[in-house]
């Protein structure tokens, strides 16, 4: 704390002797006497090139009817005990996330605060202004709220700008894009490893199934076959053999194959007698009987 005359001199301080104020305080202060209202000073290095800023706050007398400014007081704040620890909190965790305090300062964007992935930046640290796909140039160019695009470094980033009401100052809180999509990456990798899974076992159940039908399939052709093949064997056995009229139908009682005995029975060529049903071997008077 510095109490000032009203010529903006320290003339006492709580911490040893008066320093000679900077010009930003010295402006700020008579400022405020001017106008009978406190003002905020705004970020400037000190003597020790050190980050500061402050309150500077008139002291007024009241003489009849007329109030006079008499000096003021310069509240000092040191930012890296009172301001930069909140800047540089996060709530959770984070590889690359940090908050930025920016001003214009000419045609450039100024950094006010100490940067997380480089050192001694507060008030030292420029970019040009006319970078606008960079969310601190971008802020002072009048864009408000969420945007992409590279940060100081050339990292893609999502950020956040708002500026802070009454003050010059722009708030950006970042982070890189492969942070912030990280656990959305994980969660498609997951959905589609889950998707891609379900799919290879329903191809392999499927295939599991169509090969076992396959194989019941060839498995009962193969089956009817043998089967075929002994009643045809079984069948020219009789054939040879048997003076009686053999016939073998299907299960439509269409005629199959006929003996040499039934061909000449019936009067029939062998072409011409299969595929005949047994019916048709029957004359129509009998025919009720039959059936």
């Known amino acids: 704390i510095l109490l000032l005359n009203p010529e903006a001199d320290p003339v006492l301080g709580m911490s040893g002797p008066p320093a000679t104020l900077r010009p930003e305080v010295r402006s700020a202060a008579l400022r405020a006497m001017e106008s009978r209202t406190p003002l905020f000073v705004d970020l400037h290095e000190a003597a020790a090139n050190e980050p500061v800023c402050g309150v500077v706050a008139p002291l007024l007398l009241r003489r009849g009817e007329a109030t006079d400014a008499v000096g003021a007081v310069f509240l000092r704040i040191d930012p890296a005990e009172f301001l930069y620890p909140m800047i540089q909190a996060w709530p959770v965790p984070s590889r690359t996330a940090e908050?930025?305090?920016?001003?214009?300062?000419?045609?450039?964007?100024?950094?006010?605060?100490?940067l997380r992935?480089?050192?001694?930046?507060?008030?030292?640290f420029r970019i040009p202004l006319e970078r606008g796909?960079?969310?601190?140039?971008?802020?002072?160019?009048?864009?408000?709220?969420?945007?992409?695009?590279?940060?100081?470094?050339?990292?893609?980033?999502l950020a956040v700008i708002e500026p802070l009401p009454s003050m010059s100052w722009f708030l950006i809180a970042k982070?890189?894009?492969e942070e912030a999509f990280a656990g959305f990456r994980m969660q498609s990798a997951l959905i589609f490893s889950s998707v891609f899974g379900s799919m290879l076992l329903?191809?392999?159940?499927?295939?599991?199934?169509?090969?076992?039908a396959q194989k019941e399939r060839y498995r009962a052709e193969a089956d009817a076959r043998r089967e075929r093949d002994a009643l045809l064997r079984h069948f020219e056995y009789l054939v040879r053999y048997?003076?009686?009229?053999?016939?073998l139908v299907d299960a439509d009682e269409r005629i199959v194959e006929a003996n040499d005995r039934a061909l000449e029975s019936y009067g029939y060529e062998r072409e011409e007698m299969t595929g005949l049903r047994t019916t048709d071997l029957?004359?129509?008077e009998n025919l009720e009987e039959f059936v």
Do not use: C
């Open 117 to 124: 992935h480089r050192k001694e930046t507060a008030l030292r």
């Open 133 to 157: 796909d960079v969310p601190a140039a971008a802020a002072l160019r009048g864009r408000v709220g969420f945007m992409r695009g590279p940060d100081y470094s050339g990292v893609p980033v």
């Open 175 to 177: 982070m890189s894009e």
């Open 282 to 284: 029957v004359a129509p």
């Open 242 to 247: 048997a003076n009686d009229i053999i016939l």
């Open 202 to 212: 329903v191809l392999f159940v499927s295939g599991f199934f169509l090969q076992r």
């Open 99 to 114: 908050t930025l305090l920016v001003r214009k300062d000419g045609d450039s964007v100024l950094f006010l605060n100490e």
